[in-house]
């Protein structure tokens, strides 16, 4: 069965925000975690570059893990509504 243009636009912008909805919360936490190290090296002027990586990892990991039940229900209703809509 072919979609029309619109449907595919639709499905299209409706996966984009899915995919933005799912990914800001633990990117919010790797941008926070970020600002609070460059505020410390900015106060204690200590420029070590693997200082910035290792909390963010740490941070976004335990933010992916707590949102995890979160994440999958989103995904379980983007997905049955996408193949509802197929059907």
Do not use: N
Not at 18 to 33: C, F, Q, R
Not at 45 to 65: D, H, R, S, Y
Request: overall charge negative; cysteine-free; glycine content about 8%.
């Amino acid at each position: 069965m072919p979609l029309d243009p619109g449907t595919a636009v639709d499905m299209s912008r409706e996966a984009l925000t899915v995919a933005l909805t799912l990914a800001g919360p633990i990117m919010a936490i790797g941008m926070i975690v970020g600002l609070a190290i460059s505020i410390f090296q900015a106060v204690t002027q200590l420029q070590e570059q693997t200082l910035t990586f290792v909390p963010k990892i740490v941070g976004m990991g335990i933010a992916a893990a707590f949102f995890l039940p979160w994440l999958t229900t989103r995904l379980i209703e983007y997905t049955q509504r996408l193949w509802g809509d197929a059907m």
